[in-house]
């Protein structure tokens, strides 16, 4: 089934169930072909969003929700941020 979907992510005519995941936007189904499907056309824009996320996971960075790269230094520096906020917190109620 896998390898099916690997096709309909790459179609035009994809759609969405929130009960199935990716279906036929033709059919309302899973794919039922087995080596090719006869109609599909593909989606050359999501086919290059693949690309490039594929690409920015090999580079090691990390892939925000909209597929944009989010260095690994902002999350650091995110992280630290978050601590020093906790201890100046904790020191503030430790002073009352």
Request: proline share 2%; glycine share 6%; charged share 25%.
């Amino acid at each position: 089934m896998s390898y099916q979907l690997e096709f309909c992510k790459k179609c035009v005519n994809k759609s969405f169930s929130s009960s199935e995941g990716i279906v036929c936007g033709l059919t309302n189904q899973k794919p039922t072909f087995l080596s090719q499907c006869p109609d599909f056309v593909k989606d050359e824009k999501e086919e290059q969003k693949m690309i490039q996320r594929q690409a920015v996971l090999d580079e090691g960075d990390y892939v925000d929700e909209n597929g944009n790269s989010v260095s690994g230094w902002r999350i650091a520096g995110s992280v630290i941020i978050f601590i020093l906020v906790i201890v100046r917190l904790a020191v503030r109620c430790s002073n009352n």
